[in-house]
């Protein structure tokens, strides 16, 4: 098998004093979609977040692509092909759509921005009608396309996606996760969060379940579905 | 008549003045989240740059001001780096009393240098004015160069956040810190260039404000951003058209009520202010209070 297009191995994750990452380790594939799966405080945002940049590991080692990129701060891990859509979706209120759009390319020359720009609108029309508005006045499941959007508009190799169906109405949620399957057939590499396991097993080439701060299961996505350990925990019997 | 449009006039300017340096609390603020109570003393520090540049060394009033906005600009990115960002993580309390002290070492620093006795600072601008109203209104031209300097200021600043990717960069870093690194904004630098840029401007504030109110000493800048500080608050922190308001209001109420119901009273006036705004609408005149939609 080809090397790893993201390897995480073994790091260790603090919040001050609170051991939130205890030497986990995986891998995404490329053109794979991987989910991280888990109760609440299990640490997959924080895995997430750290992968992103915006927290550094004490110990282990993340390479992206070959490179090291653990202690690399978010500024120049976008650069480098990692998106993070962030749970809560976090997309600036008081700005346009169209400038959150341009926000995501913010590392990206500017003569590149209208034609990814244009793309997303291909692809999401809501937010080509609602381009000049407030990204505040949109509605939940508009936001949460935005947040995909801004993030995919770094073009990233890697498109992390925290919670995306988190808050959403169940015809949303599903919108939602065809949307990431669009994404997967288009050829990006997607590593998933969500709490929404049964669906993000569907999606999911493989999948890994975090407990507390460590991987307990890992396995394909329908290996996982099978599992009576995942079926009692997270899929409801 | 003439006398109420006079000191209309005064109060718009001394306002601009409250404007310019409002700006650099409330860009300071929104972006990086803590009130920088050495704001005011870095406008001293520039004030006595042009001084120095101008009546020491004899040079030009625009190579002064030149090299006052330059001092001021290297100052606001020192104290940012040396005394702020090791405080980028913790309590806003701790950064307040930092800056605090700040405050202090930079008036005593200044005093250590220049000694305590006032200065007679000379206008930048040459003296006399318009006359209006056949003789009875008149407008200086440091009142006019004040009132132009801060419109300008606002028109460009605007553009600037509006429009250009390190201006974007400021309002989404206001916005949501943790957001913007994730789009690859490097929050560091947005910080720095804000200091440098509220810093120029103060340097700018402390020309004009020296050439209209000729006194400088140690504790020169401490009123006055005291007074900007309430500024931004009454239009609403974080907001840069609501330092601008809040800046010229302020002017407008403080030399009104100076002129109009007690000449003793007319700081008190500006601190009515801010307290009447605190309890009516805590978020200021264009504070925003974004609700969030789930």
């Known amino acids: 098998m080809a090397e790893p297009m993201l390897k995480v191995d073994g790091i260790d994750v603090y919040y001050g004093a609170i051991h939130a990452i205890k030497g986990i380790s995986f891998e995404v594939h490329e053109n794979e979609v991987v989910t991280l799966i888990g109760a609440n405080g299990a640490g997959k945002s924080t895995t997430l977040n750290t992968i992103g940049g915006l927290m550094k590991p004490r110990t282990g080692k993340i390479e992206f692509l070959g490179q090291n990129i653990s202690a690399m701060p978010a500024s120049k891990v976008v650069p480098l092909g990692i998106a993070l859509c962030p749970e809560g979706r976090r997309i600036f209120q008081q700005m346009t759509v169209r400038e959150n759009l341009e926000m995501g390319g913010y590392t990206r020359p500017a003569s590149e921005i209208q034609d990814t720009m244009d793309e997303m609108f291909g692809r999401f029309p809501r937010l080509k009608e609602r381009e000049k508005q407030i990204a505040g006045t949109l509605s939940g499941g508009e936001q949460q396309m935005l947040a995909i959007a801004r993030a995919l508009m770094s073009h990233p190799k890697l498109l992390m996606l925290d919670e995306p169906s988190m808050g959403l109405a169940p015809i949303l949620v599903d919108q939602i996760f065809d949307i990431i399957k669009e994404l997967h057939k288009a050829g990006t590499t997607i590593l998933l969060v969500e709490q929404n396991a049964r669906k993000a097993l569907q999606v999911a080439d493989r999948a890994y379940v975090l407990e507390t701060g460590k991987i307990t299961l890992s396995g394909t996505g329908e290996e996982l579905a099978n599992s009576d350990e995942v079926r009692k925990a997270y899929l409801g019997g | ?294």
Not at chain 2, 90 to 97: F, P
Not at chain 2, 149 to 173: D, E, P, Q, W, Y
Request: proline share 3%; glycine share 10%; with cysteine.
């Open chain 2, 1 to 294: 008549m003439s006398t109420f449009l006079s000191n209309l006039i005064s109060g718009v300017s001394l306002g601009s003045v409250y404007a310019i340096i409002a700006l650099g609390y409330t860009m300071v603020y929104g972006i990086a989240k803590m009130l920088n109570f050495a704001h005011g003393d870095v406008i001293m520090i520039g004030a006595y740059m042009c001084f120095v540049m101008m009546f020491n060394l004899n040079t030009p009033a625009f190579v002064g001001v030149l090299i006052a906005m330059a001092v001021c600009t290297l100052l606001g990115i020192t104290i940012e780096r040396l005394a702020y960002k090791p405080l980028r993580q913790a309590t806003s309390l701790s950064v307040l009393i930092t800056a605090i002290g700040m405050s202090y070492f930079l008036q005593n620093l200044a005093q250590l240098i220049w000694g305590a006795n006032p200065k007679s600072f000379k206008s930048v601008i040459p003296s006399g004015g318009l006359s209006l109203m056949g003789g009875s209104l008149k407008i200086s031209y440091v009142t006019i160069v004040t009132i132009i300097a801060s419109v300008l200021i606002m028109v460009v600043l605007t553009l600037f956040v509006n429009h250009t990717k390190m201006g974007k960069a400021m309002r989404c870093v206001s916005e949501d810190r943790g957001a913007a690194e994730l789009m690859g904004v490097n929050v560091d630098l947005t910080i720095t260039v804000t200091f440098a840029i509220g810093s120029a401007l103060a340097a700018i504030a402390a020309v004009l404000m020296c050439s209209a109110y000729p006194t400088l000493k140690p504790t020169t800048g401490s009123m006055p951003g005291i007074k900007a500080f309430t500024a931004a608050v009454f239009g609403g922190i974080g907001s840069i058209p609501g330092a601008m308001l809040g800046g010229i209001l302020l002017g407008v109420i403080e030399i009104l009520g100076k002129a109009y119901v007690s000449s003793e009273l007319g700081d008190a006036f500006v601190f009515a202010v801010l307290i009447l705004v605190l309890l009516v609408k805590p978020t200021g005149l264009l504070g925003k209070k974004i609700h969030e939609k789930v």
